[in-house]
Structures are given as structure tokens and as C-alpha cells.
């Protein structure tokens, strides 16, 4: 006789759900996620609703499907970041069990809402990566990350000291609506980071949920993030765990360094502030598509870290000068306005500024031996802008250079920038072992961490 399994929302449950996630050898194309969500819809139509909540720059319908009834609403919503798609993977995870599993569906006393893809113009800039992920060379080649003002995630409504922003576009709207509309209790954008480790962002502390993060994410294999945070504002609540804070204690710590709070260029809110009316708890579990074993080695090498900060500065200061320098070369001549190209005219000064926010830390952190996780983050930070940023402006070069529309200078700096990105391309994967992480494993972790979370939830 087989053992019962175990109840649901127990640690047991949870880790036993988190490992029988399916083997991935790919991510979704936009078409292929929204037709895999309307074939079950079809298939199902007494377990999902769906209604269309708003309507992207290029007219696409952005849908919410709904599963299940309870006490409780959860909404968990994919594509916020364009080229973090690891999420689409989980969603048809989350739909497949909730619509075979009925123990889950019913006994989790929440209503589902779901919204497959916030941005699906942008994550269609990505796909020409989604059929190898593992790919570091093509993934850099084919990568696309909206500026600041053009994302989901960070264009709701900001005021603060000289701060205003209240450009929320067609998308972002939408994702308000869906927030406003479900009022949940427990809210999840889905993200994944680049390389590294795994690591989690709390809209509030809740210690008892701490161990059971760290335990699904050891139970699948993925190591912890113990390096660089990813902003000096953020609390640290445990080991690769933070509170998300606000966009008032970024603009604080900046300003405070005397750095500029409020750069040209910068965006909104958070999705997640915006949540925070209605008592919500949110989510953000930060998973590693790249795979880096130094990630949780918290062993000191002989390198300091102040000294670690100011190299990485300096690094990040050049790289940014560089690019600010090429768009300026080719700004009179360019004819199109593309996502590509707008995106790394606002990242590349963002490289140089986060260069000069490490410069600025070098001078007040202690002297003390960096890690060699650190060390290693500090360099992937490096690849990170150099590679993301030069990559879609060698994208938006080559775009009027393919368009027969590239003016002389154009087209010498196209050819100048695809030098300098293939060092960096070569820099960047001589420091890589190779290695990587199966997608069933990253999608287990980032599902494990919702019925994780919510498993905190109160019964209503």
C-alpha cells in the first residue's frame, strides 16, 4: 500500500510538489504560452475564466485567467521583466496542477489569478534565445531589457523629494487593474535573475517562512546567493533573504553618497509598492538561469573588498563612458527609434553611475577580505552591464545596417562595438565552468517559494 501523501501546505507537500516539476528543454515563445493557457481554458471551461484586463502599445490583449474559489486570492503574473521568462515555465506548472489536482485546487482555499505575460512586445525581443537557454553567447546576443520608463514593473506613480513620475503605460494600467481588481493576499511577479544564486525579496519579515525558502532551494540543487546584494539599501532578513523596502530608501542611500537620486531616464514604482494597499504580502523569488557554483561559497580570499568594490567601480565607470560615448558618435545619424535603441541609451549612463555607486561605497565600507562569492558577483555585475547594455545597442546598430538605412558613422561604429562586445563576450565566458542548471529545477525552486509563501496566508 502506498503512503498517503502528505497533507497539503505542510513542508513535506511542499518540497514533494517542488520536486516533481517536469523536465524543460526550452521556454515558451509569447504564442506558444498563450496557446498552451487557451487549450487548457478549451479543454476546461468549468475550472477557468478568463477576461481581458488591458491592451499593450502594439495591441495585443493582455489576459487574466482565474482558477478556483476560497477565502484567499493570489495573483501571480509572468513577464514583468521581458527577458526574465523562467516564469512562463512556472505558470504552466501552476495551471497543469490546478486543474489535475483537485485536492490542491480546493484545499487551497484561494481563488488564482493569473496573468501569463505583462509585456509580451518586449519578452518577444527575447525569443531568439528561448529555443537554446543555455546558451550563454546567444542569450548575450539576443537579449532585450525595456529602459527604466518602459517596463511593467517599475512604471506606476512616484513622488518623492524631487522625484515625479506618473507615466504609467498601457501595460502598467493593466497590471494595476488586475491588483486592484483581485485585492490579494498574497501577490508574485515572477523574476529570475542572470547567474548566481538563488535569492528572495519579502514585502514584510516573516521568519517562519525563512528555513522553508532555504529548504526548497537546497532540495533542488540551487545554490544560495551570498555575494552582492543587489542594491546597498536593501535589509537583509536571512541568508539570500531581503525586504524589498521602498523606492524612497533607494533615493535616500544615493542621495545621501552624493550621487544623483533621480538621473534622467529614471522610472516609477514597483508593482509590489502599489500592492501594499491592500495589505498584501508580495513575493520575489530572484532564480539563477545561469549557473555559478562560487554563489554560496562564503570563504574569504585575500583580495579586499573595499579593494573589490573600487576595481569593479572603475570597470563599470569605463564600460559606461565607453557606450555613453559610441551613442553620442552615432546620435545625429540614427533613423530608428526602436526599443533596442532607446533602452541602451538610458542603461549605458546607468552603468557608469552604478560604478560610481561602488566607488562611492569603496570609500565607507570596512576593510575586510571579500568572499569569493562576492568577488564573483561582483564580476558577473561587471558581464552583467557590459554585455547587456552593449548588446542592444550593437542590436539597434545592426538593425539600421540590415534596414539599408545606416549612415557611414553608423555603420563604423556598428563594426567598432562588435569588437569590443566579442572581448567582452570572451572575458566574460572565461570565467564560466560551463555548467548549468535544468530548468525543472529553477521552475521547482520558484514554485516551491510560492506555496511556500503561501502557506503563511491566513484562512479567511
Given at each position: 500500500m502506498l503512503d498517503p501523501a502528505p497533507a497539503l501546505g505542510t513542508v513535506e507537500d511542499i518540497l514533494r510538489r517542488a520536486g516533481a516539476v517536469p523536465r524543460f528543454e526550452r521556454i515558451p515563445s509569447v504564442d506558444e504560452l498563450n496557446h498552451r493557457l487557451e487549450d487548457l481554458r478549451r479543454a476546461h471551461p468549468d475550472l477557468i475564466a478568463v477576461e481581458r484586463i488591458g491592451t499593450t502599445r502594439l495591441g495585443e490583449p493582455i489576459p487574466m485567467y482565474h482558477v478556483g474559489e476560497g477565502s484567499r486570492s493570489a495573483l501571480i503574473v509572468g513577464g514583468v521583466h521581458p527577458n526574465e521568462p523562467i516564469g512562463s515555465l512556472t505558470i504552466l506548472h501552476l495551471m497543469d496542477e490546478l486543474i489535475s489536482d483537485q485536492a490542491f485546487r480546493v484545499g487551497s482555499d484561494t481563488c488564482w489569478h493569473i496573468v501569463p505575460c505583462a509585456d509580451p512586445d518586449g519578452m518577444r525581443l527575447n525569443e531568439g534565445w528561448f529555443a537554446q537557454p543555455h546558451d550563454r553567447e546567444r542569450y548575450a546576443r539576443e537579449f532585450f531589457r525595456p529602459a527604466p520608463d518602459e517596463q511593467v514593473e517599475w512604471t506606476f506613480p512616484f513622488a518623492y523629494k524631487a522625484a515625479y513620475f506618473d507615466a504609467m503605460m498601457p501595460e502598467t494600467q493593466a497590471l494595476a487593474r488586475a491588483i486592484d481588481e483581485t485585492r490579494p493576499d498574497l501577490y508574485v511577479p515572477l523574476h529570475n535573475s542572470e547567474g548566481g544564486g538563488a535569492y528572495f525579496y519579502l514585502s514584510r519579515p516573516l521568519p517562519q517562512l525563512y528555513p522553508l525558502l532555504h529548504e526548497v532551494t537546497a532540495s533542488q540543487g540551487v545554490p544560495l546567493h551570498t555575494g552582492e546584494a543587489e542594491g546597498p539599501h536593501f535589509t537583509a532578513l536571512d541568508v539570500a533573504i531581503y525586504e524589498m523596502g521602498t523606492l524612497?530608501?533607494?533615493?535616500?542611500?544615493?542621495?545621501?553618497?552624493?550621487?544623483?537620486?533621480?538621473?534622467?531616464?529614471?522610472?516609477?514604482?514597483?508593482?509590489?509598492?502599489?500592492?501594499?494597499?491592500?495589505?498584501?504580502?508580495?513575493?520575489?523569488?530572484?532564480?539563477?538561469?545561469?549557473?555559478?557554483?562560487?554563489?554560496?561559497?562564503?570563504?574569504?580570499?585575500?583580495?579586499?573588498?573595499?579593494?573589490?568594490?573600487?576595481?569593479?567601480?572603475?570597470?563599470?565607470?569605463?564600460?559606461?563612458?565607453?557606450?555613453?560615448?559610441?551613442?553620442?558618435?552615432?546620435?545625429?545619424?540614427?533613423?530608428?527609434?526602436?526599443?533596442?535603441?532607446?533602452?541602451?541609451?538610458?542603461?549605458?549612463?546607468?552603468?557608469?553611475?552604478?560604478?560610481?555607486?561602488?566607488?562611492?561605497?569603496?570609500?565607507?565600507?570596512?576593510?575586510?577580505?571579500?568572499?569569493?562569492?562576492?568577488?564573483s558577483s561582483l564580476d558577473g555585475g561587471v558581464d552583467l552591464h557590459r554585455l547587456r547594455w552593449g548588446g542592444m545597442l550593437l542590436r539597434a546598430l545592426q538593425a539600421e545596417v540590415d534596414a539599408g538605412v545606416a549612415a557611414l558613422e553608423v555603420r563604423r561604429t556598428a563594426d567598432e562595438l562588435r569588437v569590443l562586445f566579442d572581448e567582452w563576450l570572451r572575458e566574460a565566458q572565461a570565467r564560466l565552468d560551463g555548467r548549468t542548471l535544468p530548468l525543472g529545477r529553477i521552475v521547482g525552486v520558484q514554485y516551491g517559494a510560492i506555496l511556500a509563501a503561501h502557506a503563511q496566508l491566513e484562512h479567511r
Open positions: 524612497q530608501d533607494a533615493y535616500d542611500w544615493t542621495e545621501e553618497h552624493g550621487l544623483d537620486p533621480y538621473p534622467p531616464g529614471s522610472a516609477g514604482d514597483a508593482s509590489t509598492s502599489y500592492a501594499r494597499r491592500y495589505g498584501t504580502l508580495s513575493l520575489i523569488a530572484e532564480l539563477p538561469q545561469f549557473s555559478d557554483p562560487r554563489a554560496d561559497d562564503t570563504q574569504p580570499t585575500g583580495t579586499s573588498h573595499r579593494d573589490a568594490l573600487r576595481l569593479c567601480g572603475e570597470r563599470l565607470v569605463h564600460a559606461g563612458s565607453t557606450l555613453v560615448s559610441l551613442i553620442e558618435r552615432v546620435e545625429p545619424h540614427l533613423r530608428i527609434d526602436s526599443p533596442l535603441l532607446r533602452a541602451a541609451r538610458a542603461f549605458a549612463p546607468m552603468a557608469l553611475s552604478s560604478g560610481q555607486s561602488d566607488l562611492a561605497r569603496a570609500e565607507v565600507e570596512p576593510d575586510r577580505p571579500a568572499t569569493v562569492a562576492e568577488l
